[in-house]
């Protein structure tokens, strides 16, 4: 079922059945705010005290809004400059453009509901399906559209808040070996770009450490990306009292995969981020660099999904 209701002050679309309930905010990039279990009314994603929900201006830092639930970070992670002709040197938002736009929303039935958003300083149209599957299964289909004469470099990412505790297990492909660093506090798992063993590693002062469990709260956040592409597109966690979040999605259109375990250093909040994505790294260009980069082709577009099962 598809309804209109409120998430906060913010208008929200409901999609729901017996078992589920999500709540998508068509005002704010229909970011992904609530995902709520019924049978124990039990809240997966990262949830802000406050009762107004916290918007910033088109341009602005991602860190100064809400910052919670599930939001597409597009066309760039980090603020940045286009690097390629024609539209070089522009600057690109703090967590690319659309998770701050309003949508175009057009319900179709009682199953599905389209979002479309079009591009500010890029020429894209961007477009984001979700529909019902199966009792515990809510899928969402993405096409990002280049209407222009010229390739189009982007990345996409799906930056999802999900709430933790120690002992909060990280589901990843069993063939995943080998990660590389972004940033941490704490300089545990080394410096930008730099590599270690995963899940499993020796860590600065000597001792193992198993990266696919969550340890305990301190000021400490860590993130980093499976170094290699996926063979299998899925990741999720489970939490200590079974219940689990999965994501599936096709490796060969979205096959990387960061992660970034929150013990409390970023607002003293303790979470798991999950973020499949179509390039690593957080820049188009940097991700050109490594050639790992995404682009979309002249007249054409970039299609993929991502498939979220909660229990």
């Keep these: 079922m598809i309804s209109e209701g409120r998430y906060k002050n913010q208008k929200a679309i409901i999609v729901e059945?017996?078992?589920?309930?999500?709540s998508f905010l068509p005002d704010t990039g229909a970011n992904l705010a609530s995902v709520v279990l019924k049978e124990e009314n039990f809240e997966f994603m990262v949830q802000r005290p406050e009762?107004?929900?916290r918007r910033v201006e088109f341009g602005g830092d991602y860190v100064e809004a809400e910052c919670s639930g599930m939001d597409d970070m597009f066309p760039t992670i980090d603020r940045c400059y286009y690097e390629r002709f024609p539209w070089s040197g522009t600057e690109l938002a703090d967590h690319g453009e659309v998770w701050n736009l309003a949508a175009d929303v057009n319900v179709k039935g009682d199953d599905r509901v389209d979002f479309t958003f079009h591009g500010v300083r890029l020429p894209y149209v961007f477009h984001k399906n979700v529909s019902i599957i199966e009792k515990n299964t809510v899928r969402i289909d993405y096409s990002a559209e280049n209407n222009t004469d010229f390739e189009m470099d982007f990345l996409w990412a799906g930056h999802t808040m999900l709430q933790a505790e120690p002992g909060t297990r990280v589901i990843v492909p069993e063939d995943c070996t080998c990660a590389q660093a972004v940033f941490t506090d704490s300089g545990r798992i080394g410096a930008y770009g730099?590599?270690?063993?995963?899940?499993?590693?020796?860590?600065k002062d000597g001792s193992l450490r198993d990266m696919s469990v969550m340890g305990e709260r301190q000021k400490d956040s860590e993130k980093y990306y499976l170094k290699y592409p996926l063979t299998e597109g899925m990741c999720g966690i489970e939490r200590t009292n079974g219940r689990s979040f999965t994501y599936r999605f096709p490796a060969d259109r979205v096959p990387y995969l960061g992660l970034l375990q929150n013990f409390g250093g970023f607002r003293e909040m303790y979470n798991m981020f999950l973020e499949p994505c179509t390039s690593p790294f957080d820049r188009p260009d940097v991700a050109r660099l490594m050639k790992k980069n995404c682009v979309i082709p002249p007249r054409s577009a970039y299609d993929w999904y991502l498939e979220i099962t909660v229990r």
């Design 194 to 203: 730099e590599e270690f063993d995963y899940p499993v590693y020796r860590d």
């Design 17 to 22: 059945n017996e078992n589920l309930s999500m």
């Design 51 to 53: 009762r107004e929900y």
